[in-house]
């Protein structure tokens, strides 16, 4: 006899509850024939035969995976200030450089390494003694060329001296000029910054400006540069290619100047300058020559009053007077303005150097007067 139990029944046992059934998924292929073929998945696999060429065909089933879900990715939220951030970037990017520049280093110290044990290996002993010979020989040589120079200066010099004192008491001014250019040469070979190599110097360049006088009277230039008497139709295009650049010699008294205001859109500084005591008449024009302050620094004895000077400058500018009663003013090139001091080259000139009417500012005592201010510069 069967004995009862409170087993349930499993066949009337309510099944049990499945997830969610997977949503129907088509399908369509093409046979090799041409025939489409459609339908849809199932839980398990298929095979497909084509109607037109029988062909089977196999097709998945459902896929029993979810389908993937794209998530927006979150952004992070700073928990720093800004200052911080590139702050730190920066060290980092500190310590990256840091590191470049230590493998930069040590790749360059290899290399110096390598190099210096080549050249190690290439001086043999043979070739230390050639090159060590090799220099010595040069050394030698250019001793030796260094040598030649000098004595072959030394005896220009003497030569070109000889021949230009020479020319002098002859009154030969261009023979005298060509000599003393070469004198001057050689004592810059010599390399000479004592009283006779000062002497020389100071003797060519006045037999430079003897040799380079300007062509024109002082009348001449007033006269063209006025109109009163032009020969050409552009009087700039004359100063440039006659007067500009050329010497002039004057024996005059010289009182300072006020410097001249510059224009505002200048960027040179006002000059320092000084001007004759008395403008020249000139073609019923007065005419001022202003000569560079540096020029009379050591021989004006008391500042404001007149001083009787022989120098030499080259025409720099020459300027209209402003006003009616104004006068045309010469500028001379601050660079080339210097004090003469040979009284054998004043026969040139036509200058006296002895006057009977002024024994004691003679022409003679004026030159003796700036030699001696000059041999006191002298270092």
């Known amino acids: 006899m069967p004995l009862e139990t409170d087993t349930p029944d499993l066949a009337a046992a309510p099944a049990k509850k499945r997830g969610k059934q997977p949503q129907a998924a088509p399908w369509e ?8 073929l459609t339908g849809e998945r199932t839980e398990s696999p298929q095979k497909v035969i084509c109607e037109h060429c029988e062909r089977e065909h196999f097709i998945l089933p459902i896929s029993c995976y979810p389908d993937p879900k794209f998530r927006r990715k979150k952004r992070k ?10 702050r730190r970037q920066l060290a980092s990017g500190g310590k990256v450089a840091g590191g470049l520049l230590t493998q930069l280093f040590l ?18 002993p043979l070739r230390i003694a050639v090159i060590a010979l090799s220099c010595t020989l040069l050394g030698a040589g250019a001793f030796g060329l260094h040598q030649h120079r000098q004595q072959s200066a030394l005896s220009t010099l003497r030569r070109a001296v000889s021949e230009g004192e020479a020319a002098l008491k002859e009154e030969d001014w261009i023979v005298a000029n060509i000599a003393y250019a070469e004198a001057v040469d050689a004592v810059n070979v010599l390399n000479r910054h004592d009283e006779f190599a000062g002497d020389i110097r100071q003797k060519h360049r006045e037999l430079l400006a003897i040799s380079e006088l300007c062509t024109l009277s002082l009348e001449d230039i007033i006269s063209e540069a006025s109109g009163k008497r032009r020969v050409s139709s552009n009087w700039q295009t004359t100063f440039d290619s006659v007067v500009k650049g050329k010497w002039v010699v004057l024996e005059c008294w010289l009182v300072p100047r006020s410097a001249e205001t510059s224009p505002e859109d200048s960027e040179e500084p006002p000059r320092e300058e000084w001007g004759l005591a008395h403008p020249l008449p000139v073609e019923g024009e007065l005419v001022d020559i202003r000569w560079p302050a540096q020029l009379l620094t050591s021989t004006a004895a008391n500042a404001g009053e007149a001083v009787h000077v022989l120098c030499a400058g080259q025409i720099e500018s020459l300027k209209q007077p402003t006003t009616h009663a104004g006068a045309w003013v010469l500028r001379l090139q601050p660079d080339s303005a210097f004090l003469w001091q040979s009284p054998e080259t004043c026969p040139a000139l036509g200058f006296e150097l002895d006057s009977p009417w002024m024994p004691q500012d003679s022409l003679r005592n004026v030159l003796q007067r700036q030699q001696t201010s000059a041999q006191e510069q002298t270092p």
Do not use: F, Y
Not at 78 to 83: H, L
């Open 107 to 124: 790749l360059l110290r290899t290399q110096l390494v390598r190099c210096g044990l080549a050249i190690k290996n290439w001086l043999t």
């Open 29 to 36: 292929l093409t046979c090799l024939c041409g025939q489409n």
């Open 77 to 86: 939220k700073r928990t720093e200030p800004v200052s911080v951030t590139i």
